[in-house]
């Protein structure tokens, strides 16, 4: 018999392709030829083949606690570490490839070392090679990347810079482990991310290498002004640009009124 959670996700899937206009839906429709989550694994033939067709996020504009409980519940399994798993997948392809796979699955984009374009599909991966390519920079502009996926940056050697614009899950215990990149990482961008806190910036003082930092809309930051003199002090070499705090200060939008 098809258990609840198979025959609820069709009739979600089909809410939101009506209503992904009105309600702002972050939806990316790629094909995933294979998921390595043993969460996803563990569930029934029907629901693993739906999962393993589109990739999920959070419809912007649902409010309803059930809706948000499923596709927090989704994108945790596109985010989640498992050490068996990810660990044998990193032994198989490398720490880039894996890591490049994480970011694809949450909606990322990734641009590999020595080339133009991004890469945006999960299956415009190369199905060999995977050791040759490294990540260099990471756009992760309305993607659902949470801390739980943070430890594929493990590894990762050559990733250089990456952009954190309207990830609705980015918090502090993702910023926390940013460190992993501090022998690569050089421009960083964080923007509009409500749950970002003044603990959460003081973790970017460990990247030393950081020669660009950009962050803004921040709700959460009370005092702008001394969160970009710490800042500055802890990073003398880098260049902090933290133009407002909250959306409402934007200058930009002043001179549009």
Not at 58 to 80: E, V, Y
Request: hydrophobic share 35%.
């Amino acid at each position: 018999m098809m258990s609840a959670v198979a025959r609820s996700i069709p009739g979600l899937w089909k809410q939101v392709k009506i209503g992904r206009t009105a309600a702002g839906t972050c939806l990316w429709d790629q094909n995933v030829r294979c998921c390595h989550s043993t969460h996803v694994k563990q569930l029934p033939r029907s629901c693993t083949n739906f999962f393993r067709s589109n990739v999920l996020l959070q419809p912007l504009g649902w409010s309803s606690p059930s809706h948000r409980k499923l596709w927090g519940w989704l994108n945790t399994i596109f985010n989640r570490y498992s050490y068996i798993v990810d660990e044998s997948r990193i032994k198989e392809v490398g720490p880039d490839r894996a890591c490049a796979e994480w970011l694809l699955r949450c909606g990322a984009l990734v641009k590999w070392q020595n080339m133009e374009s991004w890469t945006k599909d999960y299956n415009s991966l190369p199905v060999s090679g995977g050791r040759q390519l490294k990540v260099e920079e990471i756009n992760a502009t309305d993607s659902a990347v949470m801390h739980i996926g943070f430890p594929h940056f493990k590894g990762c050697k050559h990733i250089r810079r990456i952009v954190f614009h309207k990830a609705s899950y980015l918090d502090d215990a993702g910023l926390e482990q940013l460190p992993l990149l501090r022998d690569s990482l050089e421009e960083l961008q964080i923007s509009s991310c409500g749950n970002v806190t003044e603990d959460g910036l003081r973790h970017l003082k460990q990247l030393k290498n950081l020669t660009y930092l950009l962050i803004y809309d921040l709700p959460e930051i009370r005092d702008k002004d001394a969160m970009c003199k710490e800042l500055e002090e802890a990073l003398p070499n880098c260049a902090v640009v933290f133009p407002y705090a909250s959306a409402k200060d934007d200058p930009n939008l002043k001179d549009k009124v």
